[in-house]
């Protein structure tokens, strides 16, 4: 137990600890329970009778198990109310482990394609932001993802679904199912998102190869890379990472869960930091994945032996990776330094 007394104490000093949250699907923040009072509400069928049965279904072997899982989740969320409950529901529980900023995807893909208006969607997501903001403090900025799996013409067709709101829009990302969808297919619409302003990032390296990692960086000129585990396997990468200030957003409860990691005691995040990469820590898809971010900084400082310096580092990564600005960058790595004294 490197510099902490107790598992009580290292658990209290991760709950105080001031972050940002910066990987967060928020369709995979739909708890059970919420999923079962939907589906009421709605009137919408799910293939599973108690919320033991659905926690026992989610057992992956791989991220498309996962997927599909997670598009007929959220099959129950229709109305605008939905994606209100639905996003206020992660804040609060966001609130409860100190997180100060979120950045969260959504996927308009999997809502329009079963006939949820883009407005309805984006309209439930934003007033509940805008909700959280004033009554628990909470700062956001919010990433539409495409779907990999679908075309670059669907890509460009959501893009287009999205220009009137791209005032609550601060950025995209890519993501689903990663093998054979390689970030490439997506270079004309990120060029066009950029040249719109919005921020731009990917998922690479969570199951496909480090080459995507490039591509993602190289064809996509991303701001941040999604999960980069395999990224690890390239030394070039490694430098190139650390040297340009990368951050990378790393989900360790889900690299377990979608068995991108056979062990959490084999889990990347302890070296890339020891290779100087800015790394962070987040939830992915909390409810699949069996945690919060508190849960996933528990786990790997307990499995890597993690100290309070590492825990800082990755705590001021998780601003200084984010799309702040930067003043207020600045008096969130002012308040994590004021923590650590
Ligand atoms: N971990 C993940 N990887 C790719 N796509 C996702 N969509 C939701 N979670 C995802
Ligand atoms: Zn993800």
Redesign the pocket.
């Known amino acids: 137990m490197t510099g902490f007394a107790s598992s009580e104490e290292r658990d209290a000093f991760i709950a105080g600890l001031p972050k940002a949250e910066l990987h967060l ?1 928020i ?2 923040s739909l708890e059970p329970e919420l999923m079962f009072a939907l589906a009421q509400r709605n009137k919408v069928d799910i293939p599973f009778a108690s919320v033991e049965e659905v926690r026992v279904a989610y057992d992956f072997s791989n ?1 498309q198990d ?2 599909d899982i ?1 598009y007929q989740g959220m099959g129950v969320l229709i109305e605008e109310q939905d994606f209100y409950d639905l996003t206020m529901a992660y804040l609060q529980r966001a609130k409860a482990d100190n997180v100060r900023h979120v950045e969260i ?1 959504f ?1 308009p893909q999997g809502h329009t394609e079963r006939g949820v208006a883009f407005e309805t969607v984006i309209s439930g997501i934003t007033r509940a932001l805008a909700d959280g903001e004033r009554d628990l403090g909470i700062s956001y900025r919010l990433i539409m ?1 495409f779907l990999r799996h679908l075309s670059e013409e669907d890509a460009f067709a959501t893009l287009e679904e999205a220009m009137p709101y791209l005032g609550k829009i601060d950025g995209v990302g890519l ?4 093998v054979g969808h390689p970030p490439s297919k997506f270079e004309r619409v990120f060029a066009k998102c950029r040249e719109l302003g919005l921020k731009v990032v990917a ?1 690479a390296g ?1 199951e496909g190869p480090p080459e995507y990692v490039h591509e993602a960086l190289d064809l996509l000129k991303v701001d941040r890379i ?2 980069g585990n395999r990224a690890l396997e390239d030394d070039t990468l490694i430098t190139r990472l650390a040297d340009e200030g990368m951050c990378l957003t790393v ?1 360790p409860l ?1 690299n377990l869960k ?1 068995c991108v990691i056979d062990d959490i005691h084999d889990h990347p995040i302890k070296t890339m930091l020891d290779h100087g990469i800015k790394a962070t820590v987040n939830a ?2 909390p409810s699949y994945f069996g945690g919060y971010v508190n849960d996933n900084f528990r786990a790997v400082t307990e499995a890597l032996n993690l100290d309070r310096d590492h825990l800082l580092t990755l705590a001021r990564n998780s601003f200084t990776g984010s799309f702040l600005d930067e003043v207020d960058k600045e008096r969130h790595v002012a308040a994590v330094s004021e923590y650590a004294a």
């Open positions: 699907h369709e995979g991220l996962f997927l997670y995807f996927d993802c993501d689903s199912s990663e998922h969570e999604d999960h989900c889900s979608l992915d898809d």
